[in-house]
């Protein structure tokens, strides 16, 4: 999963993939994007990005193999929605 972000400082876009590689910083401006908390951001979104690929490629199996049911999209990726959402709505830096 190539999980994508915009920069609260310079308004740029990144991918994850990108701040793994510099300990949490912007690729653009290298301003860190949560300088208390590195470890546990870049563990975090580490973490997002492999169980995004692992849930990716577990209902892309379960859609191969047309199963008698259909997933209801909201209990899959509701509450994935309101966690992006408050992100969105939180205030950056301080
Ligand atoms: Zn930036």
Request: glycine share 10%.
């Amino acid at each position: 999963m190539k999980i994508k972000g915009t920069c609260r400082h310079c308004g740029r876009e990144f991918l994850v993939e990108q701040t793994l590689q510099n300990g949490g910083k912007c690729p653009w401006d290298g301003k860190p994007f949560q300088a208390d908390y590195a470890v546990v951001l870049v563990d975090s979104l580490r973490d997002a990005e492999a169980a995004g690929n692992t849930l990716e490629n577990a209902l892309e199996k379960i859609a191969d193999i047309k199963p008698e049911f259909v997933l209801d999209p909201e209990s899959v990726i509701g509450q994935i929605r309101e966690y992006l959402e408050r992100l969105e709505r939180a205030h950056g830096g301080s």
